[in-house]
C-alpha cells in the first residue's frame, strides 16, 4: 500500500514535470498572453486517465501553480498594471481554475477510447471558458485590438481570441492522446493503475 501511494506521487511528479518542460515549448505565441505547445496537457490528462479525477485533480493543481510561478516570473504577470481585484481574478481565472480543470481528464475513464477523449475535451474546453472569463471580466477593459482584429464586444473578441490557441492546443493533445490509447503497449500502460 506504502509502495504503491510513493509510486503515485513519484508518477504524479515526472508527469507534472513533463508536462512543465513541453509548455517552455511553444509553437505559437499570442501578444497578450496563450500560445500553442508542444502537447504539454498530455501528461497531466494520462495521469488522470490513469489514476482517475481526484488524483488527477490534485496534481492538475500542483501543475496549475507551476503555470501561475511561471506567469510570474516570464510573463510579468504582476506588472500587467492590474489593480488588487482584477490580479486575483486572472490568478484564479487564467491559472488556478484551468489549469485544474486538467485533473477532469479521467471523468470517463473506463468508457472506452470515445469516453477518455470526451472526458479531455471537457476538461481542456473547460479551460478555455475559465479564459474565456477572464478575457471578459478582466482584461475587456484594457483593449480589445488583435492583430488588425477590433471589436467593442469582449464577449466576440475573448472567445476569438482565447479559442485561437486552446482549439488547436485540443486538437493536438486529442491527437496526441489517440496515438498513446491506440498503442496496445501503451493503452495498457495507461488504463491499469
Not at 508518477?11 to 513541453?22: F, H, N, Q
Not at 492538475?60 to 500587467?80: E, T
Not at 485590438?145 to 472567445?159: A, D, H, K, P, V
Request: charged share 10%; net charge positive.
Amino acid at each position: 500500500m506504502k509502495n504503491t501511494k510513493l509510486k503515485t506521487l513519484v508518477e504524479g511528479a515526472i508527469m507534472i514535470a513533463l508536462a512543465t518542460v513541453l509548455s517552455l515549448i511553444k509553437i505559437y505565441k499570442l501578444p497578450w498572453g496563450g500560445s500553442i505547445t508542444l502537447l504539454s496537457m498530455l501528461p497531466i490528462a494520462v495521469f488522470s486517465l490513469r489514476h482517475g479525477v481526484y488524483k488527477g485533480l490534485g496534481v492538475s493543481f500542483v501543475y496549475a501553480l507551476i503555470q501561475l510561478f511561471q506567469g510570474i516570473v516570464f510573463d510579468g504577470l504582476f506588472a500587467w498594471g492590474l489593480t488588487p481585484l482584477m490580479l486575483i481574478g486572472c490568478i484564479m481565472l487564467d491559472y488556478i481554475l484551468p489549469f485544474t480543470s486538467l485533473g477532469l481528464s479521467g471523468i470517463f475513464k473506463g468508457k472506452g477510447l470515445i469516453g477518455q477523449l470526451s472526458g479531455i475535451t471537457i476538461a481542456i474546453l473547460l479551460r478555455l471558458v475559465c479564459h474565456f472569463f477572464s478575457g471578459v471580466v478582466i482584461f475587456a477593459s484594457m483593449g480589445m485590438l488583435w492583430e488588425g482584429f477590433y471589436t467593442e464586444n469582449s464577449w466576440i473578441y475573448s472567445i476569438i481570441y482565447n479559442a485561437s490557441y486552446m482549439l488547436p492546443e485540443l486538437i493536438f493533445t486529442l491527437i496526441g492522446a489517440v496515438a498513446l490509447l491506440k498503442v496496445p503497449q501503451t493503452k495498457k500502460i495507461i488504463l491499469s493503475e
